[in-house]
């Protein structure tokens, strides 16, 4: 919402003022900024675990889906970034690569690219194919005796090279991972918060009939300020208690931190910042496109919002 936007800063000076805790105490800044939240999702998505950085919310994300299916794999798309910590690491191939390589529990799915991938703008059915390569290596990890935890995607690949996923292409994806039964996990930290301007969150681009298993939150949530969350299923949630070893985050989700989360819903609206998004974004792809004409370089213009890739060809 800006640098030291005057909302933002005015929230975290008063409840610094005021208090600040860690989670071990209750306060109502941590039950209002859940609900608040909460009607920004799809109503099955109700639990919420506040973090403190996109990495805590994608690495809590693979201990709630293992714990839930009782797998251990998990498949990912092809240049995925997911954070820092050794676990996420693992599942980001842009790192592992250059790293350990690729552990026996991972699976690499190829990026759904109608421009450069498998499947181009002039395939058939591109969805289908995309979605088909998932199931491949669910029947080959079965035959190997593995087991599928989770399908692990950011709603619109960032790192992987600004991608736009075809619609439909998620849940077909959804449908093959949960027969084999595993949970989509839509990562949203680099593209939810209302960037893509048409819907709050990215995954909502798919249609209104797709809504993930887990979605995990961190970057734009509190403006800069170390602030994440996971949300996900009554169910999945439960089965993460029932191991009698509950979830604690000593900072995650303090007052300041969700005065700060509320303060910046607050400007999201206020502002009209989805409008804003879609407005400024719809003339950045109309002038880039317009160079696109000009410049050969300039191979792809592609975005929502404002997410937006320039594919440039040797």
Known sequence: VGHCH????????????????????????????????SKTLPEKLCIFYFLNSGSEA????????RQYTKHEDVIVLDHAYHGHLTSLIDISPYKFRNLEGQKEWVHV???????RG????????????????????????????????AFFVESLPSVGGQIIPPAGYFQKVAEHVHKAGGVFIADEIQVGFGRVGKHFWAFQLQGEDFIPDIVTMGKPIGNGHPLACVATTKEIAEAFAATGVEYFNTFGGNPVSCAIGL????????????AHATEVGNFLMKILKEQQ??????????GCGLFIG???VK
């Open 118 to 149: 498998l499947y181009r703008e002039d395939h058939e059915d591109s969805v289908t194919a995309y979605a088909d390569e998932v199931k491949n290596i669910i029947v080959h990890a079965h035959k190997r005796g593995r087991k599928i935890a």
């Open 293 to 302: 004409i000009k410049h050969p370089i300039i191979g792809d213009v592609r």
């Open 6 to 37: 005057p909302e933002i800063v005015k929230a975290a000076h008063e409840q610094n003022q005021l208090l600040n805790t860690n989670s071990r105490y209750l306060h109502d800044n941590l039950v209002d900024y859940a609900e608040r939240l």
């Open 263 to 274: 303060a910046v819903l607050d400007v999201i609206e206020k502002e009209h910042l989805q």
């Open 109 to 115: 799915a190829p990026v759904p690219d109608t421009y």
């Open 310 to 312: 320039v594919d440039l």
């Open 58 to 65: 994608n690495d809590l994300a693979l201990r709630l889906a």
